[in-house]
């Protein structure tokens, strides 16, 4: 089994267009969860993928409890900045681990957070709010293929 990333909900084309160009670039396989805050042809996500979406290997889900149906039998980490998230670095990912990202505009629902055992964080220095969420899935996702030495 492999390690593959998720984008929960999200709301800005040329982050799910990168994320999906990295997709395409590691051999990470995607997953993305609607509802988008976009179309999903949109030119900017079209833009940012440049031509690698069509090299990217993704599904789209029509809900998160669809979602956590499908893949009921491996282990789910958000990115959170929750007070209970660890660090990033501090977290032993297993093969089979799904990264799953956060909305841009409100991280998770307070409901699907909770049906998220594991949660990550990118230690920042105080008073920062947060990092763009392609950014913050990519140090994530390279800790997490280090750890694995999955290159795919």
Not at 46 to 56: E, L, N, S, T, V
Not at 81 to 100: P, R, T, V, W
């Amino acid at each position: 089994m492999t390690l593959s990333l998720a984008l929960y909900h999200p709301q800005i084309p040329q982050n799910a267009g990168t994320l999906l160009r990295l997709s395409a670039c590691l051999g990470i396989p995607m997953d993305l969860i609607r509802p988008f805050g976009f179309i999903f042809d949109d030119k900017k996500l079209q833009r940012a993928g440049m031509d690698y979406i069509k090299f990217a290997d993704y599904k789209i889900h029509d809900s998160f409890g669809f979602f956590r149906k499908k893949y009921s039998h491996r282990r789910f980490i958000a990115l959170d900045i929750g007070e209970n998230s660890i660090a990033h670095y501090d977290f032993k990912y297993e093969s089979g681990d799904i990264l799953i990202v956060g909305s841009e505009h409100y991280g998770f629902l307070k409901e699907d957070l909770e049906k998220i055992r594991h949660k990550v964080r990118i230690p920042m220095k105080p008073n920062r709010r947060s990092l763009n969420m392609a950014v913050a899935a990519a140090i994530v996702l390279s800790e997490a293929i280090s750890q694995l030495r999955c290159w795919q």
